[in-house]
């Protein structure tokens, strides 16, 4: 057997216990956190009025085909909407991202705002990194086990609060949650509960820091967005490490000047910014590809050189070029590139949205049987129309035809339909028509919607084909 076959392919996770630390970039990422947790879950209790449909803010109605957002609604026809959104918000990231490096990881993503909450949890049951520590390698006794169960019972609390509020946003909270707890509720609200339940229990509590840099492809392909101007988080080597190397403060190393003198750094080597780092890197080794961005480690270090009264900044957000004591440069041709197409994204999504139809109309082809002779000598084709009314008000439409001079148009017996608000429609329509030896195959027509209430929606017309024997059709 060779050494390549005898290597251990596996390693079992090293415990990681993040310090708790004070500082600018933590206190903006609580206020984060408090809005993110706050919109998420109180918003599927805002109620909104309308004309027509629910009074929730935020409703997702797979069963209507339809998702409420405050005033704006998005039909099944209009998921082309979620595509331009989608594609708005991956060319931010790369806007942001080739900026910023990866601040949307430290701030924003919800591994990152979910796992600070069930650390905080850990913290306020465990105590601290040290007092965690010790917990661990401590004996199992009475207290040890209460702890540890009293953090997995608020942890899953919170892991269901999460799945259970997701749920919340596809059917009317007030009513859907007394449905969940009296089980009267749909199998798909109980299955999407568990899911989530299960995945942010194990992701945010169990998983944490190797779901960035394991599970996310982002730590993988960030690195073709950087350059030389992106801001990250670096740790200054000439001013940390001076000549000789870092060094913690002894007698004869107190001050900057005793310091200089032996040619050793400002870096006192305390491991603060080590013990902070929710990934458990050593920022001071470089940039690595499980670094977040989260600058925990900048306030880390900012709090030692502040009590040592030394100059803050020996971590922080720097480029390379800055690094290097060269200008560096946010306007470039890369970033102005993704910030012309970012906005050229939001202008046609903006656009689409803001130009919805307000009425819609498509048409289907009966095709069993393409057309009947009847017994007059006309041919028949038959015709389903799907009509969809996007106001918030009734509307009455009257439906009719063009383009074959002298055919006749049977919609039954109305001469003109009534559809709700916010709701469609299909009628069956029936086209007949003599066309003697003028045409053969087929035609093309239109038929039209006509409103008669609300005229200034003006009138929709929808193409359609007229087949008839004799063609190659």
């Known amino acids: 057997m060779t050494d390549s076959a005898s290597q251990v392919l596996y390693q079992a996770r090293i415990p990681i216990y993040p310090r708790s630390v004070k500082g600018r970039f933590r206190t903006l990422k609580w206020g984060i956190l408090t809005f993110a947790y706050g919109v998420y879950f109180l918003l599927p209790w805002l109620r909104w009025e309308r004309n027509a449909g629910p009074d929730q803010a935020v409703l997702f109605d797979i069963a209507d085909r339809k998702f409420y957002l405050f005033d704006l609604v998005m039909h099944a026809q209009d998921l082309f909407w979620l595509t331009g959104f989608l594609l708005v918000a991956a060319l931010l990231l790369f806007f942001v991202t080739s900026i910023a490096g990866r601040v949307f990881c430290g701030y924003f993503c919800f591994q990152t705002l979910w796992t600070d909450l069930y650390l905080l949890i850990e913290r306020l049951v465990q105590g601290d990194r040290v007092a965690r520590i010790r917990l661990d390698k401590s004996p199992w006794t009475a207290n040890k086990f209460l702890r540890k169960v009293l953090t997995h019972i608020l942890w899953l609390a919170a892991a269901f609060l999460t799945g259970l509020t997701f749920t919340l ?76 190397g870092r060094h913690k403060v002894t007698r004869d190393l107190k001050t900057l000047e005793q310091r200089q003198q032996q040619g050793v750094g400002e870096c006192i080597d305390c491991g603060y910014c080590v013990q902070v780092c929710p990934t458990g890197i050593d920022i001071r080794n470089g940039l690595q590809v499980q670094c977040i961005s989260c600058a925990l480690c900048i306030d880390a270090c900012d709090t030692i050189m502040g009590s040592l009264g030394w100059d803050k900044g020996l971590i922080r957000y720097t480029s390379e070029k800055q690094a290097e004591g060269k200008e560096s440069r946010i306007l470039k041709p890369k970033t102005i590139a993704y910030g012309l197409v970012l906005l050229a994204a939001i202008a046609a999504l903006l656009w689409g949205v803001s130009n919805q139809a307000p009425l819609e109309m498509s048409v289907v082809q009966v095709r069993q049987p393409l057309f009947v002779r009847l017994s007059d000598g006309r041919v028949q084709n038959s015709y389903e129309l799907h009509i969809e009314n996007k106001t918030d008000q009734p509307l009455k439409l009257a439906i009719m035809m063009r383009g074959l001079a002298g055919a006749e148009l049977d919609v039954g017996k109305l001469s003109s339909v009534e559809i709700g608000p916010q709701r469609s429609l299909r009628v069956h329509a029936r086209v007949r028509w003599n066309s003697g030896n003028r045409h053969k195959g087929s ?31």
């Open 169 to 244: 946003y596809w059917g009317n909270a007030p009513e859907l949650i007394v449905e969940w707890f009296t089980g009267k509720a749909p199998f798909a609200a109980y299955a999407t509960t568990l899911f989530l339940t299960i995945t942010t229990y194990v992701m945010a509590g169990l998983a944490r820091e190797q779901v960035c840099t394991y599970m996310c492809p982002y730590a993988r392909f960030q690195s073709v967005m950087f350059d030389e101007d992106t801001r990250i988080v670096a740790y200054d080597v000439a001013r940390g490490e001076g000549k000789a």
């Open 443 to 473: 035609r093309s027509f239109e038929f039209d919607l006509i409103p008669q209430t609300q005229p200034e929606i003006g009138m929709i017309s929808a193409p359609a084909t007229f087949y008839m024997p004799g063609g190659d059709s």
